[in-house]
């Protein structure tokens, strides 16, 4: 371009670089040949106006804060070099990424999170600069919502078990991740906070049953939280509590008797099946006591709960007492069951109780006159020490089902030439003897429990019979309908359900 183009006082010098003027004014220009280009005094410096511009220097930070997954940035601030021309923009490079702009700093979008090499030019109507000296900047964003997610629930809980995968951290350590349940699928339930950065499970346990729900995930770092997942939704069954005990086994009680073992006893849950299922509760009697020469005492008869979808829930009548029945190597045995009567007479086994259900009967004493006590559902029955005391029955347990404790399904106390053995708690009857003179006594009606064994020679009487049994459903809706008049009561928001002889319940 040819000098005469820029403005001056007297056409433009040349010269130089040492024979720059000393006082110039304010818009004067040089031709300076050492250089090889035109520059203009600016009140201050002389500047190049007809050269490439000058190699900047850069500072490259990570955007971080807010910026979503897959669109991490880097901030580019420019700084002018001075040997070279005035810059008229400047372009901000990492990898294959390119940005560029009329002013500093640039924004540059690079994508996910990972490590880059920045570097900058500057440029004008002349040319570009050289580039810069890079440098390695790491790009982190908020992280990537967490993948796969799913929901499932069991037969036996209300709790909703939700998994997921995690996702990429965004490039910074995770400090949360937060489930939220949607109940329906769109109104959101209180969030909650998986155990550790690290989980890929989460046990929600504040749903209701019946309640369907929708989960979303997020995870959250210093620049802020993921996108939610995808959903997953499941529903919540309406769970049945039951419990089923079988009727008590009767007491020993021909020469010397040994306690009658309890019913059989189960607790636990079921998942309801669909609107109108029939489910149908079978209640066991308890055994007869032994009452003469070779009328043996008898078992407990069998509860059970049975419905369309459901196995079977059944439970073993108690085995009777052991008593004199005849000849054989059984005789005096006690008789095995839900749990196990004891033993009769002298060094006789008790009977053997059903694992899950009770357990085993009391041994009779190593000589003479003293039976074992019935096995209960959680104790076996206790074998006598020496002739002056009956085994005492083994004790039953606890269920709050109907919204208080009660024991259910103790043995029954083994019977003694003198004291009877204790009943075990949870109905099982008394152990009979002659000193004092007593017959065994009843397991108690709907608990299960074992009858007493006695001794009938001279005057003990009887063995006692067993307790009969039953079955109890809790729910948290009231049966459509029912037979066999269950009692009816409420507890905690339960709609509960005694049955004391067979029937059915519609729910």
Known sequence: MPFQQYPSKAGVPSGTTAQRPSNP??????????????????????????????QPSISATD???????????????????TSGGKAAGFTATASSYTQTSTSSPITLVVGNNATYSVSGTAYNGFGTSPSSSSQNVDVTTVPQAPQSVSASTSSTTSAITVSWTLGNSGGKNLSAITITPYLNGTTAQTSVTAATTSSTSYDWTAGTQGSSYTFKIKQTNANGDSLESTTASVTIPILVDYLVVAGGGGGGGITVG??????????????????????????????????????RATDGGTSSISGSGLTTISCTGGGGGGDYSGSGSNQYTGRNGGSGGGGGDS?????????????????????????????????????????AKGGNGGDGQASSITGSSVTYAGGGGGCS?????????????????????RAGGAGTANRGGGGGGSRDNPSGGP?????????????????????GSPTYTTSGGRHIYQFTGNGTLTI
């Open 25 to 54: 004014e304010t818009g004067d220009t040089f031709y300076d040949g050492t250089l090889g280009f035109l520059l203009i005094w600016d009140g201050s410096k002389w500047l190049p106006c007809s050269a490439p511009a000058a």
């Open 63 to 81: 955007v971080g804060t807010s910026r979503a997954y897959g669109s991490g940035a880097i901030t580019v601030a420019f700084t002018e070099g």
């Open 258 to 295: 040994g306690g009658g073992g309890a019913g059989g006893m189960k607790t636990g849950v079921f998942a309801k099946g669909s609107t109108g299922t029939v489910y149908t509760a079978t209640v066991g009697g308890g055994g007869t006591g032994s009452t003469q020469t070779n009328n």
């Open 347 to 387: 060094n006789r086994a008790g009977g053997t109780g059903i694992s899950g259900e009770g357990n085993n009967g009391g041994n009779s004493s190593t000589t003479q006159w003293c039976g074992g006590g019935g096995g209960g559902k959680g104790a076996v029955g206790q074998s006598p020490t020496g002739n």
């Open 417 to 437: 030439d003198n004291a009877g053995g204790d009943a075990g708690a949870g109905g099982g009857g008394l152990g009979g003897g002659n000193s004092p003179s």
């Open 463 to 483: 063995g006692g019979a067993g307790g009969s049994g039953i079955v109890i459903l809790s729910l948290n809706s009231a049966a459509a309908s029912t037979t």
